[in-house]
C-alpha cells in the first residue's frame, strides 16, 4: 500500500524525494503574469527552473483561470506545439502538457510529452481517455465532475477522484501512473475559500487512493483571500500551504516559483517521516492513516469487501479522543462504565474513581459508533447526563462541518 511508482524514469511515492514541478505558462492570460514565459525565453526558463530543482516542466498554453479571455483551440495548438519543438531532447527533465483536449494531447505525445496534465479530469473531452490509455502515459488528472474542478469540499473531491479512477481502470490504464490533483483554486464562483482550507487540513484522506498525488496550490486565489494580496505577493503563504500539502502526503508539488518551494519542500518532507511498515516476501504490515469513515469503506472494498459489510464496519474505522470537563464524579463514571460496555474506554482522575472529588474531567475514547452509542444512551440517564449527550454528539457534527469549521 505504500507509493513507490516510475513515473518516467522518475521515482515517486512515499519514501522518496517530493519532485518539483515547474510551471511554464505560454498563456498571457494567466492569472499570475510572472508565470508567463515568452518564446525567445523558453529554454532559458526551462533550464533555470531544472537547475534549481524541478524534475517536471509542466507546459501550458491555454489559462484555465476562469476570468482569462478564452482563446480557440487552434491558437492553444499553435502556442504549444512549437514550444514541445525547443524543448523536446534539449531539457533533462519530465515534460507534462496542460491541455483538456484530446487532439492536442495525442500531437504533443507525438512530439515528445511525457505526461498529460488534464484539469478536467477526462470531462470536458471524453477521448482524452482513449488517448492516455493508447500512449500507455502518465496523467495527471484533477478532481472534477463536469467541469474544471466543480468540486466543493472534500467529500465531493474524494468522489470524483474515484469516479477518474474507475473509468481509468475501465480502459485499462495502469492507475499506478494516474496522479491525482484535489483541484485546489477558485475554478467555480461557488466555490469559496473554506473547500480550499477543508482540501489542505483533510490532504491526508487522497493516502487511501494509494496514488501518487500532485498538490497544485502555487499562489492561488484562497492564499490570496488570507493575505489579502495579490498574485505576485503570494509566494510567502504558497510555501506555507506547500510544507502542509508535503506534510501530509503530497508527491509532487507543481509550482511557479522552484527554488524556495523546493526548500519548503525538503524540510516539510524530513518531517513527514516514512511510512510505518514492514515487508517480507509476500507478506506486508502497514499503518493506516484512515481519517474519515468513508475513506474505510472505499478501501474495503478495494480489498474485495462487500458493499454491505464496509458500510455497517465503517464507524468501526476511526477512533476519537473527547476531552470532557468539569462533570460531577458520578456522572463521569456513568459515562465511563457506559463507553467501556461499548468496547471503548475512559480515563479520569484517581480521586474520582473513589468519589473523594465533586467534579473531574475525563477523556472519552472510542470509535465513532462507540460514541454515538454513548450519546444515544445518556441521552436517557439523569442527572446533567443527557446534556453532555447533546454535546458529545454537537462536537461530532461540528468534526465534519465546513461552515463551521472554515469560515
Excluded at 360 to 368: C, P
Aim: aromatic share 4%.
Amino acid at each position: 500500500m505504500v507509493v513507490d511508482v516510475d513515473i518516467c524514469g522518475l521515482k515517486v511515492g512515499d519514501r522518496h524525494p517530493v519532485h518539483i514541478m515547474g510551471v511554464m505558462n505560454l498563456s498571457r492570460e494567466s492569472f499570475y503574469k510572472g508565470s508567463v514565459v515568452k518564446g525567445d525565453a523558453l529554454l532559458d526558463v526551462a533550464q533555470k527552473m531544472i537547475d534549481e530543482g524541478a524534475t517536471i516542466l509542466d507546459l501550458g498554453a491555454r489559462s484555465t483561470w476562469p476570468l482569462a479571455d478564452p482563446i480557440s483551440r487552434e491558437e492553444e495548438r499553435n502556442r504549444l506545439l512549437p514550444a514541445l519543438d525547443a524543448l523536446a531532447g534539449n531539457v533533462d527533465a519530465v515534460i507534462s502538457v496542460d491541455t483538456m483536449f484530446s487532439d492536442l494531447a495525442e500531437a504533443a505525445l507525438n512530439k515528445g510529452a511525457d505526461v498529460i496534465n488534464d484539469v478536467s479530469g477526462f470531462a470536458i473531452d471524453e477521448k482524452m481517455v482513449d488517448v492516455v490509455a493508447d500512449f500507455s502515459c502518465p496523467t495527471v488528472v484533477m478532481a472534477s465532475k463536469k467541469v474544471p474542478g466543480d468540486v466543493l469540499g472534500m467529500d465531493e473531491v474524494m468522489q470524483s477522484l474515484a469516479n477518474i479512477l474507475q473509468i481509468s481502470e475501465d480502459k485499462g490504464i495502469d492507475t499506478d501512473r494516474v496522479i491525482l490533483d484535489p483541484a485546489i483554486g477558485k475554478w467555480i464562483p461557488e466555490k469559496i475559500p473554506m473547500y480550499d482550507f477543508e482540501t489542505f487540513d483533510r490532504f491526508e484522506r487522497l493516502k487511501t487512493f494509494n496514488k501518487p498525488i500532485l498538490a497544485a496550490l502555487s499562489r492561488k486565489s484562497c492564499i490570496g483571500e488570507v493575505l489579502d494580496k495579490p498574485a505576485e505577493d503570494r509566494l510567502y503563504g504558497s510555501l506555507a500551504a506547500t510544507a502542509i500539502a508535503v506534510q501530509k502526503g503530497a508527491h509532487i508539488i507543481r509550482t511557479h516559483d522552484v527554488a524556495p518551494t523546493l526548500d519548503a519542500v525538503k524540510v516539510a518532507a524530513a518531517i513527514r517521516g516514512n511510512p510505518p511498515v514492514e515487508i517480507d516476501g509476500e507478506r506486508e504490515v502497514q499503518m493506516l492513516e484512515i481519517a474519515d469513515p468513508d475513506d474505510s469503506v472505499r478501501l474495503m472494498q478495494s480489498l474485495g469487501v462487500t458493499s454491505t459489510g464496509a458500510q455497517i464496519m465503517k464507524n468501526k474505522t476511526v477512533m476519537f479522543n473527547l476531552l470532557v470537563k468539569n462533570v460531577t464524579t458520578t456522572e463521569a463514571l456513568i459515562i465511563k462504565q457506559e463507553i467501556l460496555a461499548r468496547g471503548g474506554d475512559a480515563a479520569l482522575e484517581r480521586n474520582a474513581v473513589s468519589h473523594e472529588t465533586e467534579k473531574t474531567d475525563l477523556v472519552v475514547m472510542g470509535t465513532l459508533l462507540q460514541l454515538k452509542k454513548l450519546a444515544e444512551k445518556l441521552q436517557g440517564q439523569a442527572r446533567g447526563l443527557p446534556k453532555i449527550a447533546e454535546m458529545i454528539d454537537a462536537v461530532l457534527r461540528e468534526y465534519n462541518d465546513i461552515e463551521y469549521r472554515y469560515q
